[in-house]
C-alpha cells in the first residue's frame, strides 16, 4: 500500500525564502530591454543613413561653415554654404530629372562642393543643361539674398550676395572641371583652351593656391577629351543641333553678364 505524498503544513507557506536585494542589478534589467531595443533599431537603420551619405554630408557642411567662417565670421560661412548648397541643388535637380543618378552635394572647404554621378548625361546638349542648371539656380539664390540685403540695407546680406555671383561667374570660365567648360562642350572645343588660358592669366595677374589645382585637372581634362573628339563614340556624344547650340549661347552668355552686373550692384565699398 502506497503511503500517502507529505504535505507541507499550513502555515509553513507564510514563509518565503530570504533573497539578497540588490537595487542595482534589479534596475539594470528593467532598462535593458529598451537599451536593447533602440541599439537594434539603430543597428538596422544605421547603415541606410549611412548609405544615404547623411552623415558625411552634414559633417562635410559643418566643416566647410567652420572653414569660410575664418573669411568673414559664423554667419557669413553659414549663407555661403547655404549658397552653395543651392548652386549644386541645380545640378542634382538636373540630373534626377534627366534620369541620371546622382548624389547629394560633398562640401569640400574653399572648393565650393561636387556631386556624385554613376554617369554622363547621354549628349553634350544633356551636359551643358545639367552644368549650366547649377549656375542658374545658384544666381537666384544669390538674387534673393541681395534682395534681403536691400531691403534690410544690411551690409553682411549683400557682400554674401558678392561671393555668390562671383561663385557662380567663376564657375562659368569655360574650362572643366568648371560648370562653363561643361556647357561650351556643346559650342565648340576650342573654347576649352580659351578657358585655359584665363585660368593661367588669372593665377598671374592674382595669384592663389586653389588655381594650380584647377589649371592641371583643367589641362589633363582639356587634353583627355581634345584626344577622343575624333572617336566615332564622342562624336556622336558632341554632336549638338543648332538651336541647342543657339540656346546654350544665349544662356551661357546672358547668365554671364546678368552675374557681372549682380557683382556692380552688390558691391559694398570698404570703409578704412
Known sequence: MSQPAWEPPPEFEQYQPVREQRPFRDLLRRIWAPIAAIGATLLKWGAILFKLKVFTVGASMIVSVGAYALLGGWWFGVGLVVLIFVHEMGHVLELRRQGVPASAPLFIPFFGAVVGMKQLPDNAWKEAQVALAGPLLGSLGAAAVYAAGVAYDSRLLKALAFVGFLINLFNLLPIVPLDGGRAVSALHPALWGVGLAG?????IYRPNPILP??????????????????????????KVKQWQRAAVFVTYVGLAAL????????NVPRHF
Not at 216 to 236: D, M
Not at 259 to 266: F, N, Q, R, T, W
Open 213 to 238: 589645382i584647377i589649371v592641371i585637372f583643367g589641362a589633363l581634362e582639356l587634353w583627355r577629351r581634345w584626344s577622343t573628339r575624333h572617336h566615332p563614340q564622342f562624336e556622336r556624344y558632341y
Open 199 to 203: 585660368l593661367v592669366a588669372l593665377e
Open 259 to 266: 552675374l557681372v552686373l549682380g557683382m556692380h550692384a552688390a
